[in-house]
């Protein structure tokens, strides 16, 4: 094994991320390396700016993949927005909402947690209670697409709940952009993250961040430094801006790659995407509901299905044969849902209809179930639309 040629298994990437890698993203990846002040490198720079704009839906000029993958995007947001002795408020429904309040008391906030149960999301009305219980908060954090549960917080009107309080808001995208509509600018989102390995379907490695005017004023007032050096936007602001000054070395190549996913992007259209992963997620639904499961979430996202293992069903020993057998990868359960819930994905290029079929093929005779009658269920949406 150890010195046998690289030959990884062929899988379909049907789990919480990543999601199956198109090969011209592959290939973008072994392209030949630059350096990184190398011209034809600061256009690449430029280009995947550009494209990140766009898939953001934002004017922000301080757009760009952070060096490292979505956790260092969460980091980036908090490190660079939050002061030691700072309030922030985060919403809390799964993992990554509970994830944000590590992160920020490690930098020396004073968190308010806003809970709801795992599945639930947070109306508007809930989020405003809390800030006025808690006047001194300046930052809210929520997670768009909580990939533990699946569920889809909606977001269009929580800006101007958090501005009316003076406070910033950050979202967790790393599920939901190039999937679902994320609209950083309408939506009055100051600062947002995500990650290249979900529904932009590259290689894990980069967090795509964008920061608005706001959340500039909000860095350029700090009394104090960043917490971390590596992420400090003020110095890779001049790395991505006009002086081009070394922070530290790009990773090239992923770099490559992420443009060359976003490229795939928007060759297809946001629109025609997003409506790509409603129209399989309601095939895999109908299918999946066909074979006794159940959803976990009241408001699904799109592109992670969160299901009950039903009792009595073996859960490990499930996915080991959708993986052995199948080579179909989905995701267990995570936190409190350990063992109790399976996570599939339909996220980027792993969102076809190939994929709902093999699943629902493979999955049916494991559950004993009919799976014919969950293909018959699925095609039925399909024909719907
Ligand atoms: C995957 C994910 C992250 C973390 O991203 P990594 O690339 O694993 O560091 C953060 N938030 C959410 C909602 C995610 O789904």
Known sequence: ???????????????????DVPPRVLAALGAPTVGHLDPYYLEVMDDTRRLLQATFRTENTLTMPMSATGMAGMETCIVNLVEPGDHVLIGVNGVFGERMC???????????????????TFTPQQIEDALRAHPEVR????????????????????????????ALLVVDAVTSLAGA?????AWGVDACYSGTQKCISCPPGLS?????????????????????????????????????????????????ALREALRLVHEEGLEARFARHRLHHGALRAGLE????????????????????????????????LLVDHGIEIGGGLGPFKGRAWRIGLMGASCTRRHVTALLGALGPLLGADAGAALRAADEAYRAG
Not at 107 to 120: D, K, L, N, S, Y
Not at 157 to 164: D, N, P, S
Not at 291 to 317: E, F, I, T
């Open 1 to 19: 094994m150890t010195d046998a040629q690289l030959d990884p298994p062929s899988r379909m990437l049907m789990g919480p991320g990543p999601s």
């Open 102 to 120: 590590d992160v920020a008391g490690r930098a020396g906030a004073t968190v308010h947690r806003i809970e709801a149960e795992w599945g639930e």
């Open 139 to 166: 930052l809210v954090g929520v997670v768009h697409a909580e990939t533990s549960t699946g569920a889809h917080q909606p977001l269009e009107e929580l800006g101007a709940v958090a501005h009316a309080r003076d």
């Open 181 to 185: 509509p994320v609209d950083i600018d």
């Open 208 to 256: 795509p961040v964008t920061f608005g005017e706001r959340a500039l004023a909000r860095m350029d007032a700090r009394r104090t430094k960043s917490q971390s050096w590596y992420l400090d936007l003020s110095m890779i602001r001049a790395y991505w801006g006009e002086a081009r000054a070394y922070h530290h070395t790009a990773p090239v190549n992923m770099t490559y």
């Open 290 to 321: 066909a074979l006794g499961l159940s959803y976990v979430p009241k408001r699904s996202l799109p592109m992670l299905n969160c299901v009950r293992v039903p009792d009595g069903v073996d859960d490990a020993g499930v996915r080991r044969a």
